[in-house]
């Protein structure tokens, strides 16, 4: 979505953003939980989510409880499909499908710093670039300003995962991850940022460990 061009008011869109940093407890579990653990987790989770947003656009009474009663508020006009129409999945649940992948995919440092950077950084791109947006990069909605500030808080959030015991992740890396992450984030690629972001973002992350 563009960061200049909003679909949702301000405040909604800030309040979707809490829930972003409210989900860290998603990183968090790849650190704080022995990996098969955490795998077995995850992956329910998304099995769970994704069943639940298949529920939403079938089932009129589960439709009416997600939508009419709970979070229809908060979500962007493209997910707002009724009952019996295409399936699209909202944004919580790629978020969930990408800790899914990312603990998988990758070591637990780098799996959980990829998806929390991501998290901030989605964050902190939307609330500036929606008030303090003015440039657009080329061919895309997103602003210049939205990905500084991503950058900035992904940083941030990437320097806080290397300092957990064991993470082995180091600040290049972080740096590296955030500043992909950004690009990606800024890029007009139909997939779910939640979903493509963290990957490519982590797959950096592990190269420069590779280099290294």
Known sequence: MSDTAPAIPYRAELQRKAIHLGALVLPASMLLLPTPSARIGLTVLAAFAVALDVARQRVAAVHHLVVDRAFGWMMRPEELTGVGGPLVLNGAV????SAAACIWLFPPGIGAAALAMLMVGDGAAAVVGRRFGR???????????GSVA???AA???GL???TWPGAGLTVLACAVGAVV???VEALPIPLNDNFRVPLLSGLAMLAVGWAG
Request: glycine share 4%; net charge positive.
């Open 160 to 162: 806080a995962v290397v």
């Open 94 to 97: 790629w978020m969930c499908l």
């Open 135 to 145: 440039r657009k990069w080329p061919r895309s909605p997103k602003s210049v300003e």
């Open 181 to 183: 992450g950004a690009a």
């Open 155 to 157: 940083f941030a959030m």
């Open 150 to 152: 991503y950058v900035v």
